[in-house]
Every structure is written in structure tokens, then in C-alpha cells.
């Protein structure tokens, strides 16, 4: 895995990675050195300030900007490696820039947590700046950079900081102030182009005001040193050179080339201050090590995902390069908002021949970072499919309308997925989320539903994405479908089970290795052809099987239920049904049901009274669970008491 990444990472240019990046939420402070007297001092006077939002409409500034250059290449790996162990409130890592969150100065949330606990940030920069300095080879180069530490040792930043934030108050005052008069005169007019010019003032005012915002706890507050890009690059260098290693305790020193190598940190732990951990008798202590420049690729990789400037999931091809920038120029070109199977379907028009070989990459942005939810390989990615169809057996009609139901044609794999399997797994909201947290609350009232979810959305997805046709069997699919029907039952959704009894004739062949025509569905028309040839007196019983006996069955119970007086289908009504496991219980409970409806029933109905004769004298030791579906497929296709006139 690590090799494709660096290599994808590789043939990245620099103006992409950072494409979809944005400032720190916060207040972005540049601060400059002044010489009086030939004593230099951070000038606490003139300085350069702005506040970035995601709330605000606006592109960030030049200026801000100019500061996501500056801290993206002076920000901790992770705050496992900031130099501010063990409180982990400062997040850069080096001798010109410091950053941190409002909520551990005084007032803040952490600083009151702090409060005769542990040393309030103030204490820190001392301890902070001991390690940044590390990152010079000299003292001579750390004697310049004294003073910006003098600025935080000394607490002389909390004086820049009142003085911003009595700025921002007084104009945050005038802006309130215009807004409240605009929205009094927007109220006094009734003029309909002076009101919509008010309101576009007020909204224009409200922006300037996030811009003046009082900082919220969890915003950053971020210290410049104004110094060169190039500056801030080389001493962050070292420090990655260094930290984007698990641990230091296994690098090489830097060869010819200067190339350090050393245990990937990559999505790894190291379990070296864990025995129990460890392997014990191994006859090495790594297994493998990397590059500082792969280590460089990988932290980048990292880096760019949550940008939302690649597809999820990825494509990573390995040999073809060509085809991996056709990825990336598709996605670009639609804003970052095309999916994996549109750029799927863009690159089969040039490439059907070459969309295999490639390793397909599922991540998600946690609140505890990038978590890899899946990597595999695909060795050939089968997107077209020809042969199948989802047939309307149960002649279900449109929603709202009258005519018969037409589904779409399924011409490839994420029809498939479309109308088969979303319609299996999907939630209450109609989506469906291969990787996410298992919410059963998504799921209120559809609890068989949510266990197909959980037990085979990860095959569904193999199945989906990864051409793995394997990976959804028959017992799957049967238990998708017909869990799907059990929660449509209790919700008395009719048209639900007949769509999922449509899926199970229509692809029960393609799930089945062992037949290659849709037998259930030929089968389907041979035992609605049964019924109403019994219902006339001339089926051939001898020849009849428990499959016929089961949908005979149905047939009966859906007209008595018919004629009760409620027209309740629910699962209240079909439990006693769908509960027995066997025969002789299951023709019981449908004699109860005929005697209690029998004033219903009129004693002419000779139909009616052919097919229960033949239902009630069938004899099988078969389970009754087993002929479930066919039960079922009896009960919801249409009745075929009166089909021979």
C-alpha cells in the first residue's frame, strides 16, 4: 500500500495539494522585528491582523493566504509529536510561528480546567521554544529568533491581543449600530425594492461583522513571524525529517544521497513501549523501513484528503499513469463534486479496455483524523452487464398513478446497485452508507433492514465497486430480500414487498451459481397457472409439489383475509401465518380464518372451496420456514381464483 501511495502522491503538483485547503478558523496575526536604539523588539504596535471564517461568503484574503502557506509548514505532524507534551494546546512546531486555541488563555474553557492542575500555557513557551530551537544547527542562527521568543516568555503577545480585540469591539459596535438602523428603516418602507436593497445591506454588514467576530474557544489564534516561505520550509523540514518517523530509535543516519530511513509513522503505531505487543521470539526488532522523502509523500497524502479534492473512494492506478491524471483532471473539472462511479462512467468511454490493475482506496475524515475504511485491489473492474432485468411479476402499479410499474434498464453495475441493492439496505432517508457509524436510528422501524445492513453492506460494496462476484451468495441475497419484506409487512407496506419479490424472481438465477436461467421466474408463472387451473378443477394434483401447496396457500389466505371486514393487511393480520413451521399448524390456523369469515363467503363459491380443498388435505413434513417465499409470493401476486372464465 505505502509504495502506490507514494507514487500517487508523487505525481501530484504542489498547486493541486493544496487546492481545497483553507486558513485556520481564527485570528491570523503577522508580527514584524523593529530596531531602536540598535535594540530589536517585536513591534507590538504595527502588526498585520484578520480573522478567517467558514462562515464568511468571502475567498480569503491575500493575506490569509499568505498565512496557510506559513502554517501549513509549521504545523505538528500530529499532537502526539507537538512540542507541547503533555498538554498538547500549542500546535506548531517551530521557531516562527505559534499557535494555539482562545480556550487556554485566561477566561477560556482549558484554562479554567487547567487552574491548580497543570501549567497554564503561559508557563509552556519556555519548554516550547527550548525544542524549537533544536531545529537550528547553530546559535548563531537562534540568535535572531530570541526575541519572538522573549514576546511569549515575557507574555508581551497578550498586549497585541487586547489591542485587536478593543479594535474589533469598536467597530463591531458601529456595525451593530448600522445594522439596527437598516433594519428599522427596512420596516418603516413599503416600498418591496427598498426593502430587498435594506436586507442586502444588512446581510453585507453582517459578513464584515465575522470578520470583527469576538473569538470563540475553540477558535486559533496564530503568531507570524514575518520571515521568508522558504525559511519557514527549511526548518520545518527538519523537524519532519525527524518526527514523520514512528520513532526516531530505528533511523539510519542520512546517506550520500541524504536519505534517511526509518519506520513508517503512516496510519501505524509502534508498539515498542508495549511488550505485550511485541513480537517475542521474531529474529528482528522492524520489519521494514522508509524514506524521510516517502515518509514526506505519505504525511502529504494525508494531508490532502481532507481537502475533498479527490474522489471517495479512489482509484489508485498502478500502471497507468496516464489514466490516474484522467481521475484527478475529470474530478477537477467538475468542481470536486463528481463521484467515484460518474468518473467510472467518463472513463469508460476512452478506456473500457483499461480500468483494471488499480488499488481502490475508501477513507473517512473523523473527528480523530483520517481513518482508512478500506484498500484492496482490483484486478478488473466489470462495469457493463447485459442479460438481466428487473421484471414487474407482481404487476405493481406507478406511485400515484394507475399504469403498471416500468423500471429502468440495467445496463450496468450501478443500476445493480440502484434498483437491487440500495432498495435492500437502504435507511428510512433513502441512502445508503457503506462505511459510516451503524445508526440504528436511521433505521427506526426497519430492523431487519438494519441487521442485512450490518451483516452485508461491506459485501455489497465489494460486490458494487470491486467486481467481487463472489461475494454476495444466494443465503445473502435471500436474507436481504426477505428481511426487506418482513419489515415492509409490519409497516403494512404493500408495495414495498411486491418490489422486493419483483427483485427476488428477477436476479434469484444470478445469485445462484448452480442455475443460468431465471427459473424462479418460470416457476412463478407455473404456479399461478396451478392455481387457477385447480380453482376450475382441472390442475394435475398428482404432479403437484409442496412449492404448489405453499402458494396455493397464499392465494387462499390473501382472499380470506380479503374478506374480513378490515381491509388491513398488516403484519398483525398475517403473523398466525407466517409463524408456523408446520403444515398441519398452517392449515389449522387458515380453517380458523375461513370460519370466521365463512358469513363473508358466499356457499357458491366453488372456486374458492377447489383450492381450499386442496390446501387443507396436502400433507409435507417439510418446514413451512423453508417455503416462506413462495407462501409469500402466493399471499401479494395477483389472485388467480378467476383467471379461467
Not at 478558523?25 to 523593529?34: M, P, T, V
Not at 525529517?241 to 496510519?267: A, C, Q, R
Not at 416500468?406 to 437491487?420: G, M, Q, R, S
Request: net charge neutral; aromatic share 14%.
Amino acid at each position: 500500500m505505502i509504495k502506490e501511495l507514494v507514487n500517487f502522491t508523487k505525481n501530484l503538483d504542489e498547486e493541486f495539494k493544496n487546492i481545497g485547503s483553507s486558513p485556520k478558523e481564527g485570528l491570523h496575526i503577522l508580527i514584524r522585528e523593529k530596531t531602536e536604539s540598535q535594540i530589536s523588539s517585536i513591534d507590538t504596535e504595527n502588526f498585520e491582523y484578520e480573522i478567517f471564517s467558514k462562515k464568511s461568503k468571502e475567498s480569503p484574503s491575500d493575506f490569509l493566504l499568505k498565512c496557510k502557506s506559513l502554517h501549513q509548514n509549521a504545523w505538528c505532524i500530529d499532537t502526539n509529536k507537538c512540542f507541547d507534551l503533555p498538554t498538547k494546546a500549542i500546535h506548531t512546531c517551530s521557531p516562527f510561528c505559534i499557535a494555539f486555541k482562545r480556550e487556554h488563555l485566561i477566561g477560556g474553557a482549558k484554562y479554567k480546567e487547567n487552574e491548580g492542575k497543570k501549567a497554564q500555557i503561559y508557563d509552556r513557551f519556555d519548554t516550547y521554544f527550548e525544542k524549537a530551537f533544536v531545529l537550528f544547527e547553530t546559535d548563531e542562527e537562534k540568535e535572531p529568533y530570541v526575541i519572538f521568543r522573549h514576546f511569549f516568555t515575557h507574555n508581551l503577545f497578550s498586549g497585541v491581543l487586547r489591542s485587536i480585540a478593543q479594535k474589533n469591539a469598536e467597530i463591531r459596535e458601529k456595525l451593530n449600530l448600522k445594522i439596527e438602523e437598516l433594519k428599522e428603516a427596512q420596516k418603516n418602507t413599503s416600498d418591496k425594492a427598498a426593502k430587498e436593497s435594506f436586507k442586502e445591506k444588512v446581510t453585507d454588514l453582517e459578513q464584515q461583522l465575522i470578520k470583527v467576530k469576538e473569538l470563540d474557544d475553540s477558535d486559533y489564534i496564530l503568531f507570524y513571524l514575518d520571515q521568508p516561505l522558504e525559511k519557514y520550509k527549511q526548518v520545518h523540514k527538519k523537524y519532519l525529517d525527524d518526527k514523520l518517523f514512528n520513532t526516531d530509535k530505528y533511523n539510519t543516519s542520512p546517506d550520500e544521497k541524504n536519505l534517511i530511513y526509518g519506520t513508517s509513522n503512516f496510519m501505524n503505531g509502534f508498539n515498542g513501549n508495549m511488550p505485550f505487543l511485541m513480537h517475542q521470539t521474531a529474529s528482528f526488532d522492524i520489519t521494514g523501513r522508509i524514506s524521510n522523502i516517502e515518509a514526506k509523500l505519505l504525511n502529504d497524502f494525508k494531508n490532502l484528503l481532507p481537502n475533498k479534492t479527490l474522489p471517495n473512494p479512489l482509484p489508485i492506478f498502478i500502471y497507468k499513469e496516464e489514466l490516474q491524471k484522467e481521475v484527478i483532471g475529470i474530478f477537477r473539472e467538475s468542481g470536486y463534486k463528481l463521484g467515484y462511479k460518474e468518473i467510472i462512467e467518463k472513463l469508460i468511454e476512452n478506456y473500457s479496455d483499461d480500468i483494471r490493475n488499480y488499488y481502490l482506496l475508501f477513507w473517512q475524515n473523523t473527528k480523530d483524523g483520517i481513518v482508512f475504511k478500506d484498500f484492496d485491489f482490483v484486478s478488473k473492474f466489470e462495469y457493463k452487464i447485459s442479460g438481466i432485468a428487473l421484471i414487474n411479476y407482481f404487476e405493481i402499479k406507478e406511485k400515484g398513478g394507475k399504469e403498471s410499474k416500468h423500471y429502468p434498464a440495467i445496463k450496468n453495475i450501478f443500476d445493480l446497485e440502484n434498483l437491487v441493492f440500495k432498495q435492500l439496505i437502504q435507511n428510512k432517508y433513502k441512502r445508503l452508507d457503506y462505511f459510516g457509524d451503524l445508526n440504528k436510528e436511521d433505521y427506526a422501524k426497519l430492523d431487519f433492514t438494519f441487521t442485512s445492513y450490518s451483516k452485508y453492506r461491506k459485501t455489497v460494496y465489494d460486490f458494487v465497486y470491486k467486481s467481487q462476484r463472489q461475494a454476495v451468495q444466494l443465503d445473502a441475497f435471500h436474507e436481504m430480500v426477505f428481511n426487506g419484506i418482513r419489515d415492509d409487512i409490519k409497516q403494512a407496506n404493500e408495495y414495498g414487498v411486491k418490489e422486493k419479490l419483483n427483485i427476488w424472481y428477477s436476479f434469484h438465477h444470478m445469485f445462484n451459481p448452480n442455475t443460468k436461467n431465471n427459473t424462479m421466474a418460470s416457476n412463478l408463472k407455473n404456479y399461478q397457472d396451478f392455481v387457477a387451473q385447480l380453482a376450475v378443477g382441472s390442475a394435475d394434483i398428482d404432479s403437484a409439489t409442496d412449492e404448489h401447496f405453499a402458494f396455493a396457500a397464499g392465494q387462499l389466505i390473501e382472499y380470506v383475509i380479503k374478506k374480513s371486514k378490515t381491509e388491513d393487511r398488516s403484519y398483525l393480520l398475517l403473523e398466525p401465518y407466517l409463524q408456523q413451521a408446520r403444515c398441519t399448524e398452517l392449515k389449522k390456523t387458515i380453517a380458523n380464518d375461513i370460519a370466521r369469515y365463512k358469513h363473508a363467503i358466499n356457499d357458491n363459491e366453488t372456486r374458492f372451496k377447489s383450492v381450499a380443498a386442496f390446501v387443507q388435505t396436502w400433507e409435507t413434513e417439510r418446514n413451512m420456514k423453508d417455503l416462506l417465499p413462495i407462501l409469500l409470493s402466493g399471499i401479494f401476486a395477483k389472485n388467480q381464483f378467476f383467471t379461467i372464465k
